[in-house]
């Protein structure tokens, strides 16, 4: 279902350069079996002034787009099949509803292990439909398309305990965006040094060391430098902000009013003190991932500007946090009491209207000069009143609709929790009992 709604509604036309230039790289690579540009035309890209920023002279003479390996490969598949003569968009777009949608699998997965099955179903439709998981990571291959991806896998790993495949969550991440292997790191050491193995650590940690040695072996290939940082590109880097007290960075990734993660993604407030009451209940390995989205973000807040290009309806770069928190909140939930848990029907109808028009119709994303002063939602509100009974008609059924789901605890228990242990077993045994 996850795959048939993100293909129906991918972007065919209206995309971010960052987006568009990897769908370049792969249609190249799948054609020519080479990612050089030697006299090649870029088009939309030929005559821009920010030419340099996509498409840049490597230090071993090639001309080369410079984005990340994982971004590039992964629409290769699609563009062998498609075998078109230009750089179509539409492998790309499927190729990002598919990868986004066995993200959506693995979350239900996880969650699956540590609480009720329709609980899990229900959070999961949460994280899909309500988020930009599906206006930017399932609209065309980002970054985050992999990174989504990738810190899924972690988790199904994590909740069963399959420390391979964590480790190769890492590679991933590390193939799509270097520095977001800290994620998998803190939770693979937090997890190892909880279970006193270590094992577990090197289990965890092997893939990565696999997937470094690739990155370094495209870059080598690619731009003639074993460096893997140059995949970015020397221009790119030149950019990058890298003072951590840069206050209205950090803060705009959180509050801006058009990029903002607690924006567009209010339910993480509504649910926030549930986090706290629970925490100490928490399945351990959801807490971990938490603090390593958390982490990660912060640092990315210190490197880059938090915008994240354009056009892009939602928040980019908060797209690791919400993959990482998503356990961990999710079997809060259960926790919330009062004004929070009158609050989140309301509240997750809300987030479904505003994703919707924005995965919908693209052409409302506003460029990113506007992330402080306006809101893209608002705005096609106020410019299209007729839009106002459309998202009413929608948002208040499904608000209701949860509403009494959520006053009525009993209408989510089922029988198979016995199954997953998530009841009974302590979150130590969950996630780091040492029986085979």
Same mark, same amino acid.
């Given at each position: ?126 994280? =899909? ?295 009974? =077993? ?11």
């Amino acid at each position: 279902m996850a795959f048939l709604v993100f293909a129906a509604t991918a972007s065919r036309d209206l995309l971010c350069m960052d987006v568009w230039s990897a769908n370049y790289a792969s249609w190249m690579l799948a054609t020519s079996g080479s990612p050089f540009l030697d006299g090649a035309s870029v088009p939309k890209l030929d005559d821009s002034p920010l030419r340099w920023v996509w498409v840049q002279d490597a230090p071993n003479g090639h001309t080369v787009i410079t984005r990340a390996p994982a971004v590039v490969v992964a629409g290769v598949p699609a563009h062998l099949l498609a075998q078109t003569d230009t750089a179509a968009l539409l492998p790309g777009a499927v190729t990002a509803a598919l990868l986004t949608a066995l993200a959506v699998v693995l979350m239900h997965l996880a969650l699956s292990k540590v609480m009720p099955r329709r609980r899990a179903l229900a959070s999961t439709a949460v994280f =899909a439909f309500t988020t930009p998981v599906w206006s930017v990571a399932a609209n065309g291959v980002w970054p985050q398309t992999i990174t989504v991806l990738a810190i899924a896998l972690v988790a199904w790993s994590a909740a069963g305990q399959h420390w391979w495949t964590m480790g190769l969550g890492g590679a991933l991440l590390l193939s799509a965006r270097p520095h977001a292997a800290l994620i998998v790191a803190i939770v693979g050491l937090a997890l190892a040094w909880r279970a006193r193995r270590l094992d577990i650590a090197a289990r965890v940690g092997a893939p990565g060391v696999l997937g470094l040695v690739l990155v370094a072996a495209w870059t080598r290939w690619v731009y003639g430098s074993w460096n893997p940082t140059k995949l970015y590109g020397a221009g790119s880097f030149a950019e990058v902000d890298k003072s951590v007290l840069d206050v209205t960075n950090q803060l705009g990734m959180w509050i801006s009013p058009d990029r903002g993660i607690l924006v567009f993604t209010p339910l993480l407030l509504v649910l926030l003190p549930a986090l706290v009451r629970a925490w100490r209940t928490l399945p351990h390995w959801t807490t971990v991932l938490l603090l390593a989205g958390l982490t990660y973000t912060l640092l990315q807040g210190a490197m880059i500007g938090f915008t994240g290009g354009d056009p892009i309806y939602g928040y980019r770069y908060g797209l690791e946090f919400l993959a990482c928190a998503t356990p961990a909140f999710a079997v809060s939930a259960s926790h919330a009491r009062g004004v929070e848990r009158r609050l989140i029907g309301p509240v997750i109808a809300l987030q479904l209207v505003v994703i919707l028009l924005g995965s919908i119709a693209e052409g409302v994303a506003l460029n990113y000069t506007m992330a402080w002063s306006a809101n893209a939602f608002l705005r096609a509100m106020y410019y299209e009143p007729a839009l106002i009974p459309i998202a009413l008609a929608i948002g208040v059924p499904v608000a209701v609709v949860i509403d009494r789901l959520v006053r009525t605890p009993r209408s989510w228990s089922d029988d198979d929790v016995a199954s997953t242990g998530a009841e009974t =077993a302590s979150p130590e045994r969950q996630v780091l009992s040492v029986r085979s």
